[in-house]
């Protein structure tokens, strides 16, 4: 078996399937993100950008970036109906190209545990955030056996594990939020 974490990005059209929007709401994350349509957000790990677009779709005057480091799934994005709600971006490992303090809110589906280190990572989400910006993590349950999607139980991470590094990184208000079916959701301030 691999010990390789990350997406297999050959398999991206499961990323479209319709059913992650019942897993997911998309009416949820903007909700915890309080999103507004003068607002800056940012979607890290969007893969081919199905749930980013539905986030946008729901705030449609707001900035939406979606990021990814596979080159097929920016492609994807581009190429997908409804692109023009998203700004699709390669990135790099932990950087991102955005000033400080410029973006609103950040969110990441099914990320966090592939990340290995995310200490990088979300030093650079502090530094993008304004003041009082919001970070929304979701990502597997540890233990949900019941589903059959998803990465192997060993490596899924716990909801007290995102929660430290969080707190460790300097994120405050950090909180379990409800309302994902195979998922936890961590909700953070700067």
């Avoid at 790099?92 to 589906?109: K, N, Y």
Wanted: glycine content about 8%; overall charge negative.
């Amino acid at each position: 078996m691999s010990t390789d974490k990350k997406f297999n990005p050959a398999k991206r059209k499961k990323l479209n399937n319709p059913i992650r929007l019942q897993w997911i709401p998309p009416q949820k994350i903007k909700a915890l993100l309080d999103m507004d349509e003068k607002g800056v957000y940012l979607d890290i790990g969007a893969g081919t950008g199905y749930i980013t677009r539905e986030v946008a779709s729901k705030t449609p005057g707001a900035t939406v970036h979606a990021l990814d480091i596979e080159p097929l799934m920016i492609e994807e994005m581009e190429r997908s109906e409804n692109s023009a709600l998203i700004l699709p971006q390669l990135m790099q490992r932990d950087v991102l190209s955005f000033a400080g303090t410029c973006l609103d809110g950040v969110w990441s589906i099914t990320v966090f545990h592939e990340l290995g280190n995310p200490v990088p990572l979300l030093h650079e989400i502090r530094r993008v955030l304004r003041p009082g910006g919001k970070l929304l993590i979701i990502d597997w349950k540890k233990k949900s056996e019941s589903c059959e999607q998803g990465p192997p139980l060993e490596h899924r991470v716990s909801v007290e594990e995102v929660r430290t590094v969080l707190q460790e990184a300097g994120f405050s208000n950090v909180e379990e939020v409800t309302g994902f079916t195979h998922h936890f959701g961590i909700l953070a301030e700067k």
